[in-house]
């Protein structure tokens, strides 16, 4: 498994844009899906984004597609999650995630988890 360590979280206003990163270490990283969840207390586990296959598939949740680019750099072991146009009900804490062979949506059966860094959309 990889270890995954994100990034880049904080708080910004309303229609701002963030930056996440996400780390990885102990494997390579190239032939891992990954992927970006986010959740809030008390509620369910929500899929962002995914990569598959070395960056040739992508696929976003329906609230971020348009505003949220999902890219990686195997050659820095980190993928990140361009996030533009931010709204309020976009704060949560995101997580990263990679698997060796798929990124389900409902995220069950995923790899690796990191902690999450957290993001804040003023309004």
């Known amino acids: 498994q990889v270890q995954l360590v994100e990034s880049g979280g904080g708080l910004v206003q309303d229609g701002g844009s963030l930056r996440l990163s996400c780390a990885a270490s102990?494997?390579?990283?190239?032939?891992?899906?990954v992927g970006w969840f986010r959740q809030a207390p008390g509620k369910e586990r929500e899929f962002v984004a995914a990569?598959?296959?070395?960056?040739?598939?992508?696929y976003y949740a329906d609230s971020v597609k348009g505003r949220f680019i999902i890219t990686r750099d195997n050659a820095k072991n980190t993928a990140y999650l361009q996030m533009n146009s931010l709204k309020p009900e976009d704060a949560d804490v995101y997580y990263c995630?990679?698997?060796?062979?798929?990124?389900?949506?409902?995220?069950?059966?995923?790899?690796?988890w990191g902690k999450g860094t957290l993001v804040t959309v003023s309004s």
């Open positions: 102990g494997r390579t990283f190239s032939n891992y899906a």
């Open positions: 990569l598959l296959w070395r960056g040739r598939i992508s």
């Open positions: 995630a990679a698997d060796r062979s798929n990124m389900p949506t409902n995220g069950d059966d995923i790899d690796s």
